[in-house]
């Protein structure tokens, strides 16, 4: 997925978790924060963050902000929306027959519903879901970064897919380079750790999506 009109500011601080405050051209601007989560690791004053303007009327800010560079050089997609999007664009390679969207099963959404006929009269069926992983702690990838109960809730739907005869999985979108690994962050949220475990031993499937950031694109490796 690519950005359009992106630009280079630097971080001054976060007043809460929508917005932020940067500085473009000596210039001091209030921007919006594409991602709720606390980022407290990469958002730290006076780092390099990258912005886009959407151009969208009746914006109370004028720029979005979806990219950090952390202190140690690599650079970080933080666009909570980017995830859904780099995981349509793969999927749709992929061969499958059918990818539906926002798909509801049992009591929840899940990101993506496919089918594969594979010469087949009946369609194999499959449910991901999709979660973006912005925390790096020593090259390994952690997710949540914030206690998530919609989270858990989507594992344990997964589960119970898998033993309705879905295709399940949970595809966890690496926003960074240099990662290939994602382990449930227990020390925050330790319920989201014996869920995985447990939709793993149902059948769910872990995938660990790659990929290579630049500030005005996401692409999965």
Known sequence: MK??????????????????????????????????????????????????????????????????????????????????????????????????????????????????????????RYLMEVKGCTLEIDGIGYFPDAPTERGVKHLQELARAAGDGYKASLAFVIQMDGVTEVRPNIGTHPEFGRALEEAKAAGVEVLFLACHVEPDSLVIL
């Open 3 to 124: 950005y359009n009109n992106i630009m280079c500011a630097n971080f001054l601080c976060r007043p809460n978790r929508f917005i932020a405050e940067v500085e473009i051209n000596g210039q001091r601007e209030t921007v919006h924060v594409k991602n709720t989560g606390r980022c407290k690791e990469l958002l730290v004053p006076g780092c390099e963050v990258y912005l886009t303007e959407p151009g969208t009327s009746g914006r109370k800010t004028r720029y979005d902000l979806v990219a950090v560079r952390k202190g140690n050089g690599i650079l970080f997609n933080i666009d909570s929306q980017a995830p859904n999007k780099v995981a349509r664009e793969w999927l749709e390679s992929q061969g499958f027959d059918r990818v539906v969207q926002e798909y509801t099963y049992g009591n929840s959404r899940i990101d993506f519903y496919m089918e594969r006929y594979e010469n087949a009269p009946e369609p194999r």
